[in-house]
């Protein structure tokens, strides 16, 4: 069976030698390899992001759900409980799903991988026994009172969350899609669906939702564990598995700013306007937060491709290819969210929320989308080039950033300040990496013309939250919503297959060719 990297390195014997990639010089085989992997990263690939983004839809469904059960100040606890979680599986992973699909790319890849799942489980275990240890003195200094039942289910819940991640991290790698479908589905329909029953049926409570949580992801770590086979660790297997850590370790900080990044601003509201703002910012956020979170999950799925690119100047092709892409098709992706922003608000949050006035945070953090592809864009470069250190320190320095800025802003501005503060510390993030991956490889900046419409679409999204409430701008906004969604779908279209349609290629024209022509 030829896989991708046999024919990579079929189209590397007649490209010529690696080197800079200026605008303009690719070779018809290395727009053809290029063209083979942008496809394969936005069809078959895209397949598991849109198996993970089933976890956000059933989420996005529940959460007016949630929000009515519990309340604002139950919401907020909630709120507060899986920011917990977030940042003991940021701790307890070591990012050692990263080094899964780095290592499987590798000769005897597939054993090896096997072998730091293995890993995995043992540092996973020993970190939730740390947690669930120290637990009074963590949640007094947090600032989340006593050491009750909702964090204590949040502990497990992570502890189990850092197994299964690295397992579907060699499930992605060795591309079992039904495998990895059926574990999305157990952490993600089933963990929703047990969480609401028993808010219901027990009490409605954020300590029965977690609670809920935690038993699927229970469920979801064996069913992945039987799929994966772990193998056991010897001491042939220390050198390996340093590597391993060394190569994962320098994610680990990354992974903990990413959380200050992602979930400080929610405690430090907390602590400043109470659990009901939170829960109003959280509403907000996590409507404008669906695209960088698909746009997290795609990278993270199109990492082992990528991994198996073996020509420089393939892989330099593919990497620009593929932030080009990204850019053109978040434009009416941003665009669309911002444009039916109010409508979502009314459905995901009831009328004690306030949803008029978050329209702004919803925009704010939409457009945050993409300062954010440009910095996956930029970390994929130097995680290509095992500079993971590099992305850890980068990424400490936006989220000490964001902290200092969300202490500064949301005293000033409430809950509007924390979404501004995201969005610098993103903007922040990405000229750090961006500086560095181009001492790696220097891939050509984008299309002047690209730019341009990004910053249109960050200008109008940002003055659309601004617009007045009326039954005729209403329909407008959801006229303007529809159109994006045909927009993006015939830019995609447009790339997957560019001679098949020409009413798609006309229509993605508008913003961008999102062919392989974009390469030049």
């Not at 479908?181 to 329909?189: E, F």
């Not at 391993?244 to 990354?254: D, F, I, N, Q, T």
């Not at 669906?290 to 073996?310: E, K, Q």
Request: charged share 10%.
């Amino acid at each position: 069976m030829t896989t991708l990297s046999d024919k990579q390195a079929q189209l590397s014997s007649t490209a010529s030698p690696g080197g800079d990639w200026p605008p303009g010089s690719a070779t018809p085989v290395v727009e053809a390899a290029t063209r083979e992997a942008l496809r394969g990263m936005f069809a078959r690939d895209s397949l598991y992001m849109v198996l993970w983004g089933v976890q956000l839809a059933i989420f996005a469904v529940c959460v007016p759900i949630t929000t009515r059960l519990l309340g604002p100040v139950g919401f907020g606890r909630l709120a507060s409980a899986i920011a917990v979680m977030q940042i003991l599986v940021a701790l307890g992973s070591f990012s050692l799903q990263a080094a899964v699909q780095r290592l499987y790319a590798d000769p005897d890849g597939e054993r090896n991988a096997r072998r730091v799942v293995s890993l995995a489980i043992l540092l996973a275990t020993a970190s939730f026994a740390l947690a669930a240890e120290t637990g009074p003195l963590w949640c007094h200094a947090l600032g989340l009172g006593t050491y009750g039942p909702t964090i204590q289910h949040a502990v497990a819940w992570a502890a189990l969350t850092a197994i299964s991640n690295a397992a579907l991290g060699l499930i992605r790698s060795r591309d079992q899609l039904f495998a990895f479908g059926i574990v999305t589905v157990l952490q993600s329909v089933v963990a929703e669906v047990l969480s609401l029953l028993l808010v219901l049926l027990v009490r409605r409570t954020a300590s029965e939702f977690v609670l809920g949580e935690m038993i699927a992801q229970g469920a979801t770590v064996v069913v992945a564990l039987l799929v994966v086979r772990p193998l056991a660790l010897r001491r042939r297997d220390l050198s390996m598995l340093r590597q391993a850590l060394r190569y994962s370790g320098g994610l680990v900080p990354a992974a903990l700013a990413t959380f200050v990044l992602d979930a400080s601003d929610r405690l430090i509201i907390r602590h400043d306007l109470g659990s009901s703002a939170v829960a109003r910012y959280a509403v907000a956020y996590n409507i404008a937060n669906l695209t960088i979170v698909l746009l997290g999950v795609l990278a993270t799925v199109w990492m082992p491709r990528i991994f198996s690119l073996a020509d420089e100047r393939v892989r330099a092709s593919v990497l620009t290819a593929s932030r080009n892409v990204v850019y053109a098709l978040l434009i009416p992706a941003v665009l669309g969210v911002t444009a039916a922003s109010p409508i979502l608000l009314k459905i995901w949050a009831p009328p004690s929320y306030r949803p008029a006035g978050l329209l702004l945070i919803v925009a704010i953090v939409a457009v945050t989308a993409f300062p954010y592809a440009g910095m996956l864009a930029a970390g994929r470069v130097l995680m290509l080039a095992k500079s993971t250190l590099t992305v850890g320190i980068a990424t400490v320095i936006a989220g000490l950033g964001n902290i200092g800025m969300n202490l500064l802003l949301v005293p000033r501005l409430g809950i509007t300040g924390a979404g501004l503060s995201t969005f610098l510390a993103y903007g922040l993030l990405f000229a750090l990496q961006a500086s560095r991956a181009r001492r790696v490889i220097r891939l050509p900046a984008p299309p002047k013309i690209l730019v341009t419409k990004v910053a249109a679409a960050v200008t109008v999204s940002i003055l659309s939250s601004q617009l007045p409430s009326s039954s005729i701008l209403t329909a407008a906004r959801v006229f303007v919503a529809i159109a994006c969604l045909v927009l993006f779908a015939a830019m995609l279209s447009n790339m997957l297959t560019p001679s098949r349609s020409a009413v798609a290629r006309r229509i993605a024209a508008v913003v961008h060719p999102t062919d392989v022509a974009i390469l030049t």
